[in-house]
């Protein structure tokens, strides 16, 4: 027997007549074409006129392409230049947006390309070889050739070794021609138009002797890192290093991108400042640069004096005068480290003075003058027979923050007595101090 179920349907709900539709259709339909038309404007084409295509026309000027007069008018030859420029940008051919039309992948690229010389002259570093050599030479030679017309050397036209080399370093001095093919095209022209513009020469789009060599000099050429040394215009991987090593050792080179600027320039000057070199110019050469490698794989530790350390570790030698120790005797429990009188006592760590004592005026002093700091880990450096410098109880210091001079003596060679605590309450007694030489063995 069939269960049958007696429940009425529900009847489907009966569509409403909705009068609102035809108009909402027609709205879309009108946004569909306005869109379309928002679209199409975006693109300038042969026979538009407008302050858009003037600066696209100043643009393509910029770059050595030949738009025509720079009237806004969107001509063939402005099609012709917006066509050459796009074969020569490889973020455009990859987005298969060829043609003599101009969009906005266009323009921004465009926009950047001439933002991009906009900056003085940079350099590159490299290893010499005698390729390079003769290529200089044979560069030289054609760029102080005199032509029929009565100008010198070579422009839009020449091809061979000599062009390459052109582009190659107009690519090192910042201002990229887009090819390094050896022919002298006219992205090459306005490649060298705008470095000479910020070279202050004439921008005569040709290479002749003057425009040589200012251009021979965007080659650094070079077998070490910093020697020559690195200066303000050197883009390479040898300042990167650089300007990273300034930043971990708490010295802002402003952006690290491998540009010598002012702001690595600044801060190598404050490097060099603390450290109390003679040269504070900002150039980073040799010398400077082993020393802020040293400085980083030491985490920051300073070399507290200028001087030759000697070393042996002098902590366990009885001394009549030392720290006292339980067993009854008394201990020498520092380093002694020899150095001219007047030289400067820098701190080897970043924390704070806990102690000043000016010196007595007497030399020769069991104890003198005295300045300790404090370090992060509770650890006291302790300097004696010093002339504090102008610092006071509870300043910050960074490493390598000049604390005092060694006194003269006159009794005995010149030093400071360095100790080391394991904390500042524990006092001068041996039990609370630590060899010094464990941390300064590396300055040997």
Known sequence: MVAVNNRPRATPKSRTN???TPARQEARSANTTAARATRRDEFMKVGDESERVLKLERRLKALG??????????????????????????????NNTNGNYAGRPTERSLAREV????????????????????????????????NPDGTQGFGVGA???HVKNVQARLRAAGYDPKHVNGQFDERTAGALKAFQKKAGLETTGQVDEATWKKLSKSHIYARKPASPAQRVGERSRAVLRSERLLKKLGFNPGKVDGLFDRDTQRASRRWERKHGLKDQSGAIGQAQLKKMEQEVKNKGFVKPLNARL??????????????????????????????????TVRSPIAGKIVEVRPSSGNSGQVFGGTVKVQGKDGKVWVFRHV??????????????????????????PDHTHIELWRSFSGGYRYENMIDPMRYLRRFL
């Open 18 to 20: 909705n009068a609102a």
């Open 310 to 343: 000697t070393s042996i570790s002098e902590f366990r030698v009885p001394d009549a005068e030392g720290a006292p120790a339980r067993n009854g005797t008394r201990y020498h429990a520092g380093k002694d480290w020899f150095a001219p009188g007047g030289t």
């Open 159 to 161: 091809t061979g070794r």
């Open 387 to 412: 002339n504090p410098a102008n610092v006071r109880v509870g300043q910050r210091v960074d490493a390598g923050d000049p604390l005092a001079r060694v006194t003269n003596w006159a009794d005995g």
């Open 65 to 94: 392409y030949d738009a025509g007069a720079v009237d806004g008018k969107y001509d063939a030859q402005t099609a012709a230049a917006v066509a050459a420029f796009k074969q020569d940008q490889p973020e455009i051919r990859k």
């Open 115 to 146: 933002k991009k010389l906009n900056h003085a002259p940079e350099r590159r570093r490299l290893r010499p070889s005698r390729q390079h050599a003769r290529l200089d030479a044979l560069t030289a030679r054609r760029a102080g050739v005199a």
